[in-house]
């Protein structure tokens, strides 16, 4: 008898450690994954979390301007999209109530009652007042993966709330100082026509003066009259930035007062790469590495499928019905009961299933290289914008000081010694406005470089 007790033991033993090397049991492990890229993932986890990197600073460290503060507050209070990402993450713990739970048994309770009569005789009354019981023994895992399924479903959606939430903040600064951008545009476009308007007072003067022809009043006619519909452009993207704000602070439409002067002050960064510590931090990795995973326990389940399932059951309660007898009062009963069901020939569905997920394993895998490399190229984008918008800046501000020379040289030449032409002044005046907007637009672009460079870095944690 022991003899076989013991050979019972060695075989559930070998019988495991099968189960295990199938990948029934085993967990997800990236440093397991077939994967160079996903191997260095694996081994930037391990690393210590720099607190001083760009990404893991506060947003309220990052964008200092009170004004904005305020607004970025107001639409994580208020956002619909992030109300809804929390409300994701709510569901999926739910979820995972309910996989946890699926370790227990199932009670129900099925009271019940007939009556009969034969030829005549009195009606016979039969009752029931069952409690049944039943439990799957998860010797092969199969609620195991579920559970773990699960557990890395609530995990991503998390990951997916925060992506939210770093979206908003960098989508609230983003506004932010694009309507600042195109105020002062607004005020820069107003003050140009009202000088050009003055220059075509003077160019009148000189004309009935005798020294312009009518074709320079023309000409500038037509640049002031320019400049005017160029600002009915102006005002229209501004209506759209504040429509856009409006909705990311999820209120009605409204007009928002933002100081024109408004910038963005950075420290100075030289950088010319990203560790791959900083973009493991990204929420939107973090939730891709979560599919994989959760990928690689739906292939598990699959396999597990070709395991028997054991199922134990039981029933009592008190009934009058004893056999074909009924007595009154009635008894207490109980039942007791276990089965195995093994598969064995089920029209090949395991057989795809298993198929299926594996295929599908290696879609999550090539979506999660992918979203790690995508990310190195989003920092990268991010970085060689700011650089380069930080030299474009120094070079049309120097453009833009030589200009502001050039316009009052040609103007003194015209109105005193008439040694230039109108078109001289036209060209000086129309090439001081395009250096001042471009100066305007670099400025927005190096500001938008390095929100997008703390949102690449999975900012706003």
Known sequence: MKIKNISLILAVAVSASALTGCGIYQKYDPEKVNSRLVSEYAEALKQEEDAGAFG??????????????????QALANNKDLRNAKLNVDIAHAQLKGAKLSYLPSLTFQPNGAGASYAGSDMSWTYQLPLAVNWEVDVFGKILNSKRGAQMAELQTRAYEQAVRSQIIAGVAQCYYTIAALESQLKLSRETAELWNESVTVMKNLKEAGRLREDAVVQ????YYSIESAITDVEMSLHEANNTLSLLLNVMPQKWTISPDA??????MKRTAIP????AARPDVRASEMGLAMA???????????????????????TNLLGSFIQNPGDWFIQLAGSLTAPIFARG??????????????????????????AAADVSDALTTYEKSMQKQQW????????VKSVEITNELLLFD?????????TAQKNLLAAQTAQITTNLTAARSVINLYQNLGGGR
């Open 56 to 73: 893991n600073l506060a947003w309220d460290k990052v964008f200092t301007d009170p004004v904005l503060a305020d607004l970025i507050n």
């Open 418 to 426: 008439g040694s230039t032409t109108y078109l001289e002044v036209l």
């Open 296 to 318: 690689f326990y739906t292939t598990a389940s699959a396999r597990a499928a070709f395991y028997p399932s054991i199922n134990i059951s039981a029933n009592g309660g008190f």
């Open 220 to 223: 500038s006619l037509a640049q």
């Open 276 to 279: 791959m510590a900083e973009l």
């Open 396 to 403: 049309l501000a120097l453009q833009v000081d030589n200009l």
């Open 349 to 374: 569905q395991n057989i795809a299933r298993l198929e299926a997920a594996k295929a599908q394993q290696q879609q999550a895998l090539n979506n999660f290289e992918y979203t790690l490399m995508s």
């Open 263 to 268: 910038a963005l002050n950075v420290p100075e």
